[in-house]
Nanobody, 117 residues
Framework: QVQLVESGGGLVQAGGSLRLSCAASGSIFSIYATGWYRQAPGKQRELVARITSTGSTNYVDSVKGRFTISRDNAKNTVYLQMNSLKPEDTAVYFC???????????WGQGTQVTVSS
């Protein structure tokens, strides 16, 4: 396991941008897959984007072309660049990490993203 700390959330107007960061402890993070999830009030948690240890990425359809996930293994950090934000992107965003995608064994505490119309 690794410890994960998210940052970068906040309040932004529709059409704006935010960049979330997920900083990890432990050198094994470089061989871990990482995912960004979000959970809006009254809704199930959904996987927004994921990235493998080698940099392959995958996105949910609703964010394709707007969000970009990337990682900097030297800094043990994964990023989620969010552009053209919409009110429906409002949620608590969590990062997760694990030896492979969907075998997450570590979760962050979450960071709130609020998009106003």
């Amino acid at each position: 396991q690794v410890q994960l700390v998210e940052s970068g959330g906040g309040l932004v107007q529709a059409g704006g941008s935010l960049r979330l960061s997920c900083a990890a402890s432990g050198s094994i993070f470089s061989i871990y897959a990482t995912g960004w999830y979000r959970q809006a009030p009254g809704k199930q948690r959904e996987l927004v984007a994921r990235i493998t240890s080698t940099g392959s990425t995958n996105y949910v359809d609703s964010v394709k072309g707007r969000f970009t996930i990337s990682r900097d293994n030297a800094k043990n950090t994964v990023y989620l660049q969010m552009n053209s934000l919409k009110p429906e992107d409002t949620a608590v965003y969590f990062c997760a990490a694990g030896p492979t995608a969907f075998r997450w064994d570590s979760w962050g505490q979450g960071t709130q993203v609020t998009v106003s119309s």
